[in-house]
């Protein structure tokens, strides 16, 4: 089934280069036959940022003009600023660029040029491709993900193309990280931020998901309960599927010598479809986390 898959994502891309490039550098850029990971990483910078008169590079502006900040989606769903202020600009470096090989010739591009102290990155993200002896960009947007160990991909959920970022944020000794994934609509030729709706249009949140997560609630003056929750993140049947794996264990802080007990599990698998109209994703079936903390902490407090 995947080789039905990549040809239809093939054919999604081709419509793409009926149209004129986005960014274009001119005839003679690369040598005829190259390919997109050859590339110098000074031509590939030259290809994604604008540069001034001089020909400095511009790390505020995409080579199309837009702004490399990533924009969020506005209202209910917006999303707060990662962790961590952000950091003074350092120019990129070729270590910084990554590339991934989409389809045939095209290939996708994410230059971080704004960093975070929590470990999360912003830049322009985009399909690029060798044209003969030219460099071009096909689509193009911005992308907030974490960047290291950064693997971007392009699924197509029902009949719309999906960046998929799925990165690491580590801490200074690299001996903690924590991974997340991003999901990008590709509408036009431009990747959108997307949020989240249930199926009543009620938001659930940012196209954003922490892999793993750990809440502790203290039950009482004997009894703590860890909540441990771990995500699955998959694109089966033309839709992203996320199963969600809840594991609950109780110990008692008054004797940290007796190891904890497993005192509940819990699993929920939800579906997300692409409303590109709303730049949304809607999705069926219902995450179990919020509900289990908030009933926890219910129970913790004494209330109903």
Known sequence: MRVLVVTTLVLALAACSSTAPICRLGEGTVPRGSSIDSVEFAVMQRLLLAHDAEGAPQPEMACNGWSTRFATVAGDCAETEPLGE????????????????????????????????????????????????????????????????????????????????????????????????RLLLLVGRRFEPAHIENEQGACVGPAVFERSDSRVVRMGPRAEQTFRRSLGIDVVNGAVEIAEQIVVEETDPSDPSRPGRVVRRAESLVSLSVDAEHKRFVAAGQSRWTTMLRDAEAQANGTP
């Open 86 to 181: 952000r950091l003074p600009y350092v120019a990129p470096s070729s270590d910084d660029l990554v590339l991934a090989p989409a389809d045939g010739d095209y290939w996708i591009a994410y230059l971080p040029v704004h960093r975070f102290g929590g470990g999360a990155t912003e830049g322009p993200v985009a399909i690029v491709r060798i044209f003969e002896d030219t460099l071009e960009v096909r689509a193009i947007g911005v992308l907030r993900t974490h960047a290291t160990r950064l693997n971007l991909t392009l699924e197509l959920v029902g009949e719309h193309t999906v960046l998929v970022a799925d990165g690491e944020a580590c801490g200074e000794d690299r001996s903690s990280c924590t991974r997340a994934t």
